[in-house]
Protein backbone atom coordinates (compact mmCIF):
# COMPACT_ATOMS: atom_id res chain seq x y z
CA UNK A 1 0.00 0.00 0.00
CA UNK A 2 1.31 3.60 -0.96
CA UNK A 3 1.85 6.08 1.97
CA UNK A 4 0.89 8.89 -0.74
CA UNK A 5 -2.74 10.37 -1.00
CA UNK A 6 -5.03 9.64 -4.23
CA UNK A 7 -5.78 12.34 -6.01
CA UNK A 8 -9.09 12.24 -4.80
CA UNK A 9 -8.12 13.07 -1.68
CA UNK A 10 -6.43 15.97 -2.66
CA UNK A 11 -7.54 19.32 -2.37
CA UNK A 12 -9.77 21.22 0.19
CA UNK A 13 -12.14 19.99 2.37
CA UNK A 14 -15.84 19.99 0.08
CA UNK A 15 -16.90 22.56 3.04
CA UNK A 16 -14.50 25.02 1.82
CA UNK A 17 -13.81 26.97 -1.23
CA UNK A 18 -10.58 27.03 -3.21
CA UNK A 19 -10.75 30.95 -2.92
CA UNK A 20 -9.69 31.35 0.83
CA UNK A 21 -9.82 30.03 4.25
CA UNK A 22 -12.86 29.80 5.58
CA UNK A 23 -15.42 27.57 4.64
CA UNK A 24 -18.39 28.52 2.08
CA UNK A 25 -21.27 27.81 4.33
CA UNK A 26 -19.81 30.38 7.18
CA UNK A 27 -18.99 33.33 4.72
CA UNK A 28 -22.22 32.15 2.78
CA UNK A 29 -24.21 32.67 6.08
CA UNK A 30 -22.07 35.96 7.34
CA UNK A 31 -23.16 36.92 3.64
CA UNK A 32 -26.69 36.48 4.11
CA UNK A 33 -26.64 38.26 7.36
CA UNK A 34 -25.21 41.31 6.47
CA UNK A 35 -27.71 41.40 3.31
CA UNK A 36 -30.68 40.99 6.11
CA UNK A 37 -29.51 43.79 8.87
CA UNK A 38 -28.99 46.22 5.61
CA UNK A 39 -32.04 45.44 4.14
CA UNK A 40 -33.88 46.13 7.87
CA UNK A 41 -31.71 49.42 8.28
CA UNK A 42 -33.20 50.93 4.61
CA UNK A 43 -36.13 50.10 5.72
CA UNK A 44 -36.47 51.66 8.99
CA UNK A 45 -34.35 54.77 7.42
CA UNK A 46 -37.16 54.77 4.87
CA UNK A 47 -39.43 55.12 7.19
CA UNK A 48 -37.47 58.34 9.10
CA UNK A 49 -36.19 59.88 5.87
CA UNK A 50 -37.95 62.59 4.01
CA UNK A 51 -36.72 64.21 1.08
CA UNK A 52 -37.53 67.35 -0.57
CA UNK A 53 -38.77 66.95 -4.04
CA UNK A 54 -35.47 67.56 -5.53
CA UNK A 55 -33.86 65.01 -3.63
CA UNK A 56 -36.94 63.04 -4.55
CA UNK A 57 -36.89 63.80 -8.09
CA UNK A 58 -32.79 62.98 -8.46
CA UNK A 59 -33.48 59.64 -6.57
CA UNK A 60 -36.15 58.36 -8.56
CA UNK A 61 -33.87 59.10 -11.70
CA UNK A 62 -30.93 57.03 -9.50
CA UNK A 63 -33.57 54.14 -9.47
CA UNK A 64 -34.80 53.93 -12.81
CA UNK A 65 -31.08 54.08 -13.86
CA UNK A 66 -30.18 51.32 -11.22
CA UNK A 67 -32.67 49.38 -13.08
CA UNK A 68 -31.30 49.52 -16.25
CA UNK A 69 -27.81 48.35 -15.00
CA UNK A 70 -29.09 45.86 -12.95
CA UNK A 71 -31.55 43.86 -14.59
CA UNK A 72 -29.90 44.57 -17.84
CA UNK A 73 -26.93 42.78 -16.58
CA UNK A 74 -29.44 39.92 -15.29
CA UNK A 75 -31.34 39.73 -18.71
CA UNK A 76 -27.63 39.66 -20.41
CA UNK A 77 -26.50 36.54 -17.98
CA UNK A 78 -29.43 34.84 -18.54
CA UNK A 79 -29.55 35.24 -22.38
CA UNK A 80 -25.67 33.72 -22.24
CA UNK A 81 -27.36 30.82 -20.34
CA UNK A 82 -29.92 30.26 -22.83
CA UNK A 83 -27.39 30.46 -25.39
CA UNK A 84 -25.48 27.47 -23.98
CA UNK A 85 -28.52 25.83 -23.39
CA UNK A 86 -29.08 26.00 -26.87
CA UNK A 87 -25.63 25.00 -28.18
CA UNK A 88 -24.93 28.51 -29.34
CA UNK A 89 -21.40 29.13 -26.95
CA UNK A 90 -19.66 26.95 -24.41
CA UNK A 91 -20.14 26.61 -20.60
CA UNK A 92 -17.02 28.42 -20.07
CA UNK A 93 -18.09 31.69 -22.33
CA UNK A 94 -21.23 31.67 -20.43
CA UNK A 95 -20.02 31.64 -17.13
CA UNK A 96 -17.25 33.88 -17.82
CA UNK A 97 -19.57 36.48 -19.13
CA UNK A 98 -21.87 36.26 -15.62
CA UNK A 99 -19.10 36.50 -13.52
CA UNK A 100 -18.10 39.73 -15.49
CA UNK A 101 -21.77 41.29 -15.17
CA UNK A 102 -21.31 40.26 -11.04
CA UNK A 103 -20.70 43.99 -10.48
CA UNK A 104 -23.42 45.29 -12.47
CA UNK A 105 -25.53 43.57 -11.28
CA UNK A 106 -24.94 44.18 -7.45
CA UNK A 107 -24.33 47.82 -8.14
CA UNK A 108 -27.76 47.70 -9.97
CA UNK A 109 -29.44 46.29 -7.05
CA UNK A 110 -27.44 48.66 -4.37
CA UNK A 111 -28.22 51.65 -6.84
CA UNK A 112 -31.54 50.65 -6.73
CA UNK A 113 -31.87 50.47 -2.61
CA UNK A 114 -30.19 53.49 -1.61
CA UNK A 115 -32.69 55.36 -3.87
CA UNK A 116 -35.83 53.18 -2.77
CA UNK A 117 -34.83 55.03 0.57
CA UNK A 118 -35.59 58.57 -0.59
CA UNK A 119 -38.89 57.71 -2.60
CA UNK A 120 -41.35 57.21 0.65
CA UNK A 121 -42.21 53.88 -0.09
CA UNK A 122 -45.88 53.31 1.53
CA UNK A 123 -44.87 50.36 3.99
CA UNK A 124 -48.45 49.82 4.85
CA UNK A 125 -49.49 48.74 1.43
CA UNK A 126 -49.36 45.55 0.86
CA UNK A 127 -47.90 45.69 -2.21
CA UNK A 128 -44.77 48.11 -1.06
CA UNK A 129 -43.92 45.01 1.74
CA UNK A 130 -44.54 42.41 -0.85
CA UNK A 131 -41.77 44.26 -3.26
CA UNK A 132 -39.55 44.28 -0.36
CA UNK A 133 -39.61 41.02 0.10
CA UNK A 134 -38.87 40.58 -3.80
CA UNK A 135 -35.52 42.49 -2.73
CA UNK A 136 -34.50 40.85 -0.21
CA UNK A 137 -35.06 37.36 -1.60
CA UNK A 138 -33.51 38.62 -5.05
CA UNK A 139 -29.93 39.51 -2.59
CA UNK A 140 -30.36 36.60 -0.96
CA UNK A 141 -30.18 34.70 -4.30
CA UNK A 142 -27.56 36.39 -6.04
CA UNK A 143 -25.47 35.62 -2.78
CA UNK A 144 -26.29 32.04 -3.65
CA UNK A 145 -25.64 32.61 -7.32
CA UNK A 146 -22.15 33.31 -6.49
CA UNK A 147 -21.74 29.79 -5.24
CA UNK A 148 -23.13 28.52 -7.50
CA UNK A 149 -21.29 29.82 -10.62
CA UNK A 150 -18.02 29.14 -8.69
CA UNK A 151 -19.51 25.24 -8.44
CA UNK A 152 -20.43 25.50 -12.76
CA UNK A 153 -17.15 26.99 -13.56
CA UNK A 154 -15.50 23.95 -11.34
CA UNK A 155 -17.34 21.48 -13.98
CA UNK A 156 -17.14 23.86 -16.95
CA UNK A 157 -14.35 21.42 -19.25
CA UNK A 158 -17.40 18.72 -18.69
CA UNK A 159 -21.12 19.20 -18.82
CA UNK A 160 -22.30 19.88 -14.87
CA UNK A 161 -24.12 17.31 -12.95
CA UNK A 162 -27.99 17.35 -13.57
CA UNK A 163 -28.97 18.44 -9.79
CA UNK A 164 -26.27 21.93 -10.54
CA UNK A 165 -28.45 22.26 -13.86
CA UNK A 166 -31.54 22.48 -11.79
CA UNK A 167 -29.91 24.58 -9.19
CA UNK A 168 -29.39 27.05 -12.26
CA UNK A 169 -32.74 26.79 -14.08
CA UNK A 170 -34.22 27.72 -10.09
CA UNK A 171 -31.54 30.78 -9.40
CA UNK A 172 -32.60 32.12 -12.78
CA UNK A 173 -36.26 31.48 -12.09
CA UNK A 174 -35.94 33.23 -9.20
CA UNK A 175 -33.95 36.25 -10.21
CA UNK A 176 -36.85 36.81 -13.12
CA UNK A 177 -39.51 36.34 -11.12
CA UNK A 178 -37.74 39.04 -8.09
CA UNK A 179 -36.55 41.42 -10.41
CA UNK A 180 -39.93 41.47 -12.99
CA UNK A 181 -41.65 41.21 -9.79
CA UNK A 182 -40.23 44.41 -8.08
CA UNK A 183 -40.30 45.87 -11.39
CA UNK A 184 -44.14 45.32 -11.62
CA UNK A 185 -45.28 46.53 -8.19
CA UNK A 186 -42.79 49.53 -8.57
CA UNK A 187 -45.00 50.59 -11.75
CA UNK A 188 -48.16 50.00 -10.11
CA UNK A 189 -47.45 52.01 -6.91
CA UNK A 190 -45.96 54.95 -8.94
CA UNK A 191 -49.74 54.81 -11.29
CA UNK A 192 -52.06 54.64 -7.58
Known amino acids: MSSHPSISSVGPPPDRDNTGPLPVWWTSAAGALLICLGWTACVWISTHLRADPA ?21 VADYYGLL ?31 SGIMLHPDLASPLTRIKLALVLLLALNGLQAAILRRR ?7 S ?3 RTLMWGAATALISQV ?11 NNQG
Not at 61 to 66: C, E, K, Q, T
Not at 180 to 188: K, M, P, R
Open 55 to 75: LHTAALFVHLASLVLGFGAVL
Open 160 to 162: PPA
Open 152 to 158: IAGAAAA
Open 84 to 114: WLTGRCELGEAVGCAARLHTPIWAGLAGLVA
Open 178 to 188: CWWGALAIGFL
